[in-house]
Nanobody
Framework: QLQLGESGGGLVQAGGSLRLSCAAS????????MGWFRQAPGKEREFVAA????????YYPDSVKGRFTISRDNAKNMVYLQMNSLKPEDTAVYYC???????????????WGQGTQVTVSS
């Protein structure tokens, strides 16, 4: 069982930055594509970013492209989400996710973390 744990959430002013971290354990990390999702109150969970197993390929939806950057360190079993130019509409619980398939990690990943709250004040 792959276990995921997020950290780095918090309160930030609009225009500010945060870096989320996700630590993986329990399985060989480099076998998994990784992703980030978010869920705001009253809204459906939204895909935010994905990275391939090697880290060579990334993908973002238009809502965060150019502001968010996903990266990974396979030696440390870590994946990161650097969030810049944050907006109040970025406020949500952010979840780390994993799947052996790069396609599936963007849609229905097999593994989820517990989430970390990000609040952006205006």
């Amino acid at each position: 069982q792959l276990q995921l744990g997020e950290s780095g959430g918090g309160l930030v002013q609009a225009g500010g930055s945060l870096r989320l971290s996700c630590a993986a354990s329990g399985r060989t990390f480099s076998n998994y594509a990784m992703g980030w999702f978010r869920q705001a109150p009253g809204k459906e969970r939204e895909f935010v970013a994905a990275i391939s197993r090697s880290g060579g390929t990334t993908y973002y939806p238009d809502s965060v492209k150019g502001r968010f950057t996903i990266s990974r360190d396979n030696a440390k079993n870590m994946v990161y989400l650097q969030m810049n130019s944050l907006k109040p509409e970025d406020t949500a619980v952010y979840y780390c996710a994993a799947d052996t398939s790069y396609s599936e990690v963007k849609i229905t990943p097999a593994y989820w973390g517990q989430g970390t709250q990000v609040t952006v004040s205006s």
